[in-house]
């Protein structure tokens, strides 16, 4: 079992819509999590991060915790063509600065 | 900010030559990871430092990595000799963790700045 699971995709939602990406991670002692957003070609850039249970939002991004079930996920509303891209979720354990990175899920906006 | 710089962008090599990366963080972190990202294992981490020192090498593959960060402005990956199989792209990035992570003992969350990242190829 991978550490951190995502669904590859690639998931396509209309312009306007709301995307929503999911992520479970195995390791129960995680206590930070994050998303990133990697345009083809490029570095991954920080969306936001999550490290309370609950909803975390941040302008049409919002990042969902559940520790129990070990779920994080990110919404995108009003999705736009330029939220096209591979988005990582990422997580981070107790003690362990670096990052255990999932493997993306590419999302495409149809305008 | 310049953000995290890395050179050179791209690097083709033949199996068997020493290729060596570089990174400069952003002025002022006082964290560095260098990651590789290919296709089949996704984004790893190979190595973290800590105000220079390295504090998790677990991800280096063997010994044919090393890495050193002579000071806080600037760190190389090494790989002698390459390989085909080495071929990905490498990525610098660099956090700030607060001060009060250590004098406090409470884990609080750092964020990560990636550079621009290194294609590397080896025929």
């Known amino acids: 079992q991978k550490e951190v699971e995502q669904n590859s995709g690639p998931l396509s939602v209309p312009e306007g819509a709301i995307a929503s990406l999911n992520c479970t991670y195995s390791?129960?002692?995680?206590?930070?999590f994050f998303w990133y957003r990697q345009y083809s070609g490029k570095s991954p850039e920080l969306i936001m991060f999550?490290?309370?249970?609950g909803d975390k939002e941040d302008g049409r991004f919002t990042a969902q915790l559940n520790k129990a079930s070990q779920y994080v996920s990110l919404l995108i509303r009003d999705s736009q063509p330029s939220d096209s891209a591979t988005y990582l979720c990422?997580?981070?354990?107790?003690?362990?600065?670096?990052?255990?990175f999932g493997s993306g899920t590419r999302l495409q906006v149809q305008p | 900010d310049a953000g995290v710089i890395q050179s050179p962008r791209h690097e083709v090599t033949e199996m068997g030559q020493e290729v060596t990366l570089r990174c400069k963080p952003i002025?002022?972190?006082?964290?560095l990871f260098w990651y590789r990202q290919t296709m089949m294992r996704g984004l790893e981490l190979l190595i973290y430092?800590?105000?220079?020192?390295?504090?998790?090498d677990s991800g280096m593959p063997e010994d044919r990595f090393s890495a050193k960060m002579p000071n806080a402005s600037f760190s190389t990956l090494k790989i002698q000799p390459s390989e085909p199989r080495d071929s990905a792209v490498y990525f610098c990035?660099?956090?700030?963790?607060?001060?009060?992570?250590?004098?406090?003992?409470?884990?609080?969350?750092?964020?990560?700045?990636f550079g621009p990242g290194t294609r590397l190829t080896v025929l």
């Open positions: 990035a660099s956090s700030l963790v607060p001060r009060l992570t250590w004098t406090s003992g409470r884990d609080l969350p750092d964020t990560q700045y």
């Open positions: 390791d129960r002692g995680s206590q930070s």
């Open positions: 999550i490290y309370s249970n």
């Open positions: 990422a997580v981070r354990a107790t003690g362990r600065r670096a990052l255990t």
């Open positions: 002025s002022g972190h006082n964290s």
């Open positions: 430092f800590n105000n220079n020192v390295p504090i998790d």
